[in-house]
């Protein structure tokens, strides 16, 4: 004999499975909406020669785009913002005369995260340094590279560089 089931006699259990389709359901756009989320860009500072000293520090605008997929970094600031919440990959390179300090720094919203630096010396004709991270970032957080007073980076032939994509 088959034992009879009635839907209506389980409206507890009717209830919690409807409440577990719909968070199933959120998840899924979510994670629909973030596959589909394409965010990868690479700017060059292009300023015919060398970029500063500047007496303070200045966010290093890259002004030179190459690549702006999800239209996430903006070349008049120089900031790049996160349009979906992930795991970002950057990178910064620069190239500078050795004659003079050089330190280029990366932040996260107003924290500090990594730097790339050279000290000045007189044998050293030219200097080229790099760093590179991966961020756990919120959509809307702020990245971008400062270079610090007194430095100076070459700002010509492809040489400086700030790029960066969503992992995941």
């Known amino acids: 004999m088959c034992d009879t089931f009635y839907v209506c006699d389980q409206p507890s259990e009717m209830e919690a499975l409807k409440q577990q389709l719909a968070a199933l359901e959120t998840r899924l756009k979510a994670l629909e909406g973030k596959e589909k989320t394409r965010v990868v860009f690479s700017a060059l500072a292009e300023f015919g020669g060398a970029h500063g000293p500047f007496c303070t520090d200045q966010t290093l605008v890259y002004n030179h785009v190459v690549t702006n997929i999800g239209d996430a970094y903006s070349p008049c600031t120089g900031i790049f913002v996160a349009p979906v919440a992930g795991v970002y990959y950057f990178t ?29 010396s007189r044998g050293d004709s030219a200097d080229n340094g790099a760093n590179a991270v991966f961020l756990q970032l919120q ?9 610090t007073a007194n430095s100076h980076v070459w700002a ?9 994509f969503l992992v995941c």
């Open 92 to 120: 910064f390179f620069y190239h500078a005369g050795g004659h003079r300090e050089t330190q280029l720094k990366l932040f996260k919203n107003c924290e500090f995260i990594v730097r790339t630096s050279d000290h000045q």
């Open 139 to 147: 959509a809307g957080d702020q990245v971008y590279v400062r270079m």
């Open 156 to 164: 010509a032939e492809h040489s400086t560089s700030f790029s960066g």
